[in-house]
C-alpha cells in the first residue's frame, strides 16, 4: 500500500514538475518572439528615419531623393514589421506603433516636400517621431 501511494505521489510531482516546466518554455518562446518583433518593427523604423534624415540633411540629395523619402515605409518594411508584430501583441502595443508610424508618415511628408533641415516644419514631426520611438522603446522593454 505504502508503494502504490509512494508511486503516486511520485507520479503527481512528475505530472507537476512538467507541467511548470511546459508553462515555463511557453512563456520563454513567447517572450523571444516578441523580442524579435520588437527588433524588427524598431529596425525597420530607424532604418526609415535614417533614410529621411540624410536626405533632409542632403547627403542624399540627388534627383530621386525626395522619391525615396515617399516610399521608405515599404522600402524598409516598417508596414510589413507593424503587422507581424499586430500577430504577437495586445491592442494597446498594435495601437501605439500605429501612433508610431502616423509620426513618421508626418516626418516623410514634410521630407518629400523638400523643407529643409533646421526648418521647425521638419524638425517639429522628425522630433515627436523620435520622441514617440523613445516612449515606446520604454513600453516594449516593461512588456518583456
Known sequence: M????????????SFLVD???SR???????RSELRS???A????TTEASEILWNISQGHDNDETARARALT???DSSVLARR???SLVTNDEMTASTSQLIKLLIAYRDAVGRGIPYNDEELSRPRKEFNHERERLIRVMRETL
Open 2 to 13: 505504502s508503494t502504490a501511494i509512494g508511486g503516486l505521489i511520485a507520479l503527481g510531482s
Open 19 to 21: 507541467r511548470h516546466r
Open 24 to 30: 515555463r518554455d511557453r512563456e520563454l518562446h513567447k
Open 37 to 39: 518583433a520588437y527588433a
Open 41 to 44: 518593427f524598431l529596425q525597420a
Open 72 to 74: 521608405v515605409l515599404r
Open 83 to 85: 503587422f507581424e508584430l
